[in-house]
């Protein structure tokens, strides 16, 4: 009867979370390292991601590190191979890092909107090649999991947020290609749409208590989400419970996007 309980154990699993250092990057590493994962936090600086991989080895799980820009196309090819080298292969991406520019279109320029699709969307879309190509090199045949942490405003409109919103969209539709491309070898490409969670990013709405309660009151839920309850969703889409899970968005957002 063991084949009747799902499996979210992540034991003897390495997986590479860009953005790792904090904000739901961090929530969902912590996740998967207290689910048995050796997760490897990415981000720009190193001193963030030696803090954050020291307080989750304290708290007796496995982390690493490896400091590099996303959108360094160079380096964000070398750090996943350094990765793989270094812990003979990888399982899981998660491809989590980005930032905000919110501007109205007038003020919107070309240089950007691109900064904002090339850390977001470019830089996902390299690491997940290369991800891939190790993951059908490893040993035992191909396998893995590729996870795209996208928005709600990847399917609902609001004001300023061009760039972003353009590439959440973008990699819901990455996540379906890979889904297409990569199903049949065991290495599935899934999506998380987060509502509005209480991380930095979100820092200058927070400010606004007009538009913080206008989300509490749109929310079924009643409250913004704290950054810890995205990491059910990461352990699931990354563990053999979710085998059959491919091509999918999976929304975490307390309803906002289920009801008028």
């Keep these: ?15 590479l979370v860009t953005g790792g250092s904090r904000g739901l990057g961090l929530a969902m590493s912590r996740a998967l390292a207290a ?30 590190m490896e400091a590099f820009a996303v959108d360094d196309a160079e380096a964000a090819v070398a750090g996943i191979h350094a990765v793989a080298k270094r812990h003979g292969g990888l399982y899981g991406l998660v491809n989590n890092a980005g930032h ?4 109205p279109i007038e003020e919107m320029s070309d240089e950007a909107f691109e900064d904002v699709v090339s850390v977001h969307l470019t830089a996902a879309f390299r690491l997940m090649r290369e991800a891939v190509g190790i993951m059908r090199a ?70 606004d208590q007009a538009f913080t309660d206008w989300v509490t009151s749109r929310t079924p839920a009643g409250r913004w989400a704290d950054p810890a309850e995205l990491g059910g969703a990461v352990t699931f889409l990354m563990s053999t419970a979710a085998s ?7 929304v975490v957002d307390g309803g906002m996007t289920a009801v008028l």
């Design 1 to 15: 009867m063991d084949d009747w309980k799902p499996n979210f154990d992540l034991s003897g699993r390495v997986v």
């Design 138 to 207: 490893m040993p035992d045949g191909p396998r893995g999991r590729l996870v795209f942490t996208s928005s709600v405003t990847a399917r609902l409109g609001r004001r300023n947020i061009y760039p972003y919103a353009a590439a959440k969209s973008g990699l819901e539709a990455m996540a379906r290609v890979g889904a297409a491309e990569f199903g049949g070898e065991g290495i599935t490409c899934n999506a998380i749409e987060p509502g509005y969670f209480l991380t930095e990013i979100n820092a200058p709405l927070l400010e």
């Design 35 to 64: 689910s048995g994962a050796t997760v490897v936090l990415n981000g720009r600086t190193a001193g963030p991601l030696e803090e954050q991989r020291d307080a989750i080895r304290a708290a007796g799980y496995s982390a690493d």
């Design 100 to 103: 905000q520019r919110r501007h």
């Design 244 to 250: 059959y899970v491919n091509g999918h968005e999976l």
